[in-house]
């Protein structure tokens, strides 16, 4: 259930964002990617799950093991917190529910209709998608967003508890989670030479 990248390069709207970018990761650990805004972040973990082509270099996913969380978080409005976290486990094939709604603190909104819930309200539940995949790999672009401190906590709990139980997690994000096993990437030496970028660029890479 190893995810290795290898001398990977990657382009965002026909323009070399990343070049050269080679790391491993195993069970048991997280790998958090850091840069500046227009680095190439989203644009490197949108290859890595598989959604979109790279220019060059091999990456060695764990087949139906990888799970990806990106911007959106994809919550259908209008079925309840449980009917959500249902619909995500028969999808991938699984049953129980309870330890996502207990992690993330959704039990009492487990009613609730995931389109009256607040910002933070409906990332947790997104985020709770995770804990009824089955996955060992997570990977996740800016995770916390939306999240106050004590649900930003949250995560992080969750978090180690997927790694103790062996599996994996890749993300990016600019907050400190408090995780200090995980190792960290600074992706800006990889940034592309040949590419240059203005600020509406920037905001989607």
């Known amino acids: 259930m190893t995810l290795t990248v290898q001398d990977i390069s990657v382009a965002r709207g026909g323009i ?9 990761l195993t069970p048991g650990h997280a790998l958090v990617l850091r840069g500046p805004n227009g ?4 644009t490197l973990l949108r290859a890595i799950a598989g959604l979109q082509s ?6 060695s996913a764990p087949e139906g093991g990888l799970v990806y969380a990106g911007h959106a978080d994809g919550i259908k409005p209008t ?10 486990a028969q999808i991938f094939g699984t049953t129980h529910i309870d330890t996502a709604l207990a992690a993330y603190e959704l039990t009492a909104l487990a009613d609730r209709a995931a389109g009256a819930l607040s910002a933070g309200q409906k990332r ?3 985020l709770a998608r995770l804990l009824v995949t089955g996955r060992p790999l997570w990977v996740l672009d800016e995770p916390t967003v939306s999240l106050d401190t004590h649900a930003t906590g949250l995560f992080a709990a969750a978090i180690r508890a ?8 890749l993300m990016a994000t600019h907050i400190d989670l408090g995780l200090d096993e ?7 030496p ?3 030479s040949a590419a240059v970028l203005d600020s509406f660029d920037e905001a989607f890479l």
């Open 39 to 42: 680095a190439g972040k989203t």
């Open 190 to 192: 990889f940034r592309a």
């Open 162 to 169: 997927h790694l103790a139980q062996g599996g994996a997690a």
């Open 54 to 59: 790279t220019l060059r270099g091999d990456i």
């Open 16 to 24: 070399a964002v990343l070049e050269g970018v080679s790391f491993t």
């Open 124 to 126: 947790r539940l997104g």
């Open 79 to 88: 079925l309840t917190v449980v009917e959500n976290l249902a619909f995500w």
């Open 182 to 188: 995980a190792e960290i990437l600074d992706i800006s």
